[in-house]
């Protein structure tokens, strides 16, 4: 019976030693699978930069090429300013004008509506004014506003209609008196 303890420890020893081999040899494997995945996600993260700059990159050429034409039209109508022919000058701002509004158009801009209530999602009151308009309704726009998609980019400024000014009542006791209130004023006195 002494041989059999012996057998036992000498054999939880092997087995405690394979089990910290085993577990050394897992924790060696972990580790490596760690760095090649935190390796896989900085490339992952290098490659998506370097594609959002090709991205916008190209969203500026094509912005930009579509914009030549109306720079174009812009000279002509500034060499026809040099040339003091008013009627053309007018005509050429006009072109550009319609141009480039319509290329922005194009892209998804659109002007802020700014008629009925004010909306401070895509209005900024600069001031409010006495007005028989609706109280709160938009009554003058300063500036326009302009949203792309959903998104407002500048929004409208404008002038917000206030309730009417109200005339302040009159009290009986100031009634047939001048303006300093129950005090009596005397009649004005000529010297002559």
Avoid at 15 to 42: I, K, M, N, S, T
Avoid at 55 to 80: Q, T, Y
Avoid at 169 to 180: H, I, M, N
């Amino acid at each position: 019976m002494t041989e059999d303890p012996q057998v036992t420890e000498e054999s939880q020893e092997a087995e405690e030693g394979l089990d910290v081999e085993a577990l050394q040899a897992e924790r060696d494997q972990l580790f490596d699978r760690l760095q090649r995945l935190a390796a896989e996600f900085d490339n992952y993260r290098k490659r998506n930069a370097r594609e959002q700059a090709a991205l916008s990159k190209h969203a500026n050429e094509r912005l930009v090429k579509e914009l030549i034409p109306i720079l174009d039209d812009l000279g002509r109508a500034l060499e026809a300013a040099a040339d003091h022919e008013a009627a053309k000058l007018e005509d050429g701002v006009r072109l550009v004008h319609r141009a480039f509004s319509e290329l922005l158009t194009k892209e998804g801009l659109a002007e802020i509506a700014t008629e009925g209530k004010f909306d401070p999602h895509v209005h900024e009151a600069l001031l409010s004014q006495p007005s028989d308009a609706a109280e709160g309704s938009v009554i003058e726009v300063v500036q326009k506003g302009y949203k792309l998609g959903d998104k407002v980019l500048r929004p409208a400024r404008v002038v917000v209609a206030a309730a009417p000014a109200a005339q302040p009542p009159v009290r009986e006791a100031d009634q047939g008196r001048g303006s300093r209130g129950n005090r009596e004023v005397p009649p004005a006195t000529e010297d002559r």
